[in-house]
C-alpha cells in the first residue's frame, strides 16, 4: 500500500488541524493504520492508531481527549483530527500501516506516507 499525508501547516496553540492520509491499493480495509510524529530532535513516536474496521482507537496519553482518528474505507483514507493544539505537538506527522494490531512501535509498521509538517506557535 501506498500512503500520501496532507493537510499540515502552521496553527496557534489552541487551534484545531485536520490531517489526511490517502492510500492506494484495494486491501486498505485490512491495514491498521497509525499517525506518528516526529520532533526535531528528537525519535519518532506513536500518536495514535484505528483497527481496519475503524471500531478500535489508542492514544498516547499526551493527546488523549485532544486527537481523534477516524478512518473511511471506502475511500481509502484515514485522518488525525487535532484540537487544542499545543506548541509541543510541533513535528511532522506520518501516517503508517500494518497488519494485525496497533503496535506503538515504529518499526512494526511496514509503510509509511511522506510526512507533513505541524507547527503550532505559541
Known amino acids: 500500500v501506498q500512503l500520501q499525508a496532507s493537510g499540515g501547516g502552521l496553527v496557534q496553540a489552541g487551534g484545531s488541524l485536520r490531517l489526511s492520509c490517502a492510500a492506494s491499493?484495494?486491501?486498505?480495509?485490512?491495514?491498521?493504520m497509525a499517525w506518528f510524529r516526529q520532533a526535531p530532535g528528537k525519535e519518532r513516536e506513536f500518536v495514535g492508531g484505528?483497527?481496519?474496521?475503524?471500531?478500535?482507537?489508542y492514544y498516547t496519553d499526551s493527546v488523549k481527549g485532544r486527537f481523534t482518528i477516524s478512518r473511511d474505507n471506502a475511500k481509502n483514507t484515514v485522518s488525525l483530527q487535532m484540537n487544542s493544539l499545543e506548541p509541543e505537538d510541533t513535528a511532522v506527522y506520518y501516517c503508517?500501516?500494518?497488519?494485525?494490531?496497533?503496535?506503538?512501535?515504529?518499526?512494526?509498521?511496514?509503510?509509511w506516507g511522506q510526512g507533513t509538517l505541524v507547527t503550532v506557535s505559541s
Open positions: 491499493g484495494r486491501t486498505f480495509s485490512s491495514y491498521v
Open positions: 503508517a500501516a500494518r497488519y494485525n494490531n496497533i503496535l506503538t512501535i515504529s518499526r512494526a509498521y511496514n509503510y
Open positions: 484505528i483497527s481496519p474496521s475503524g471500531g478500535y482507537t
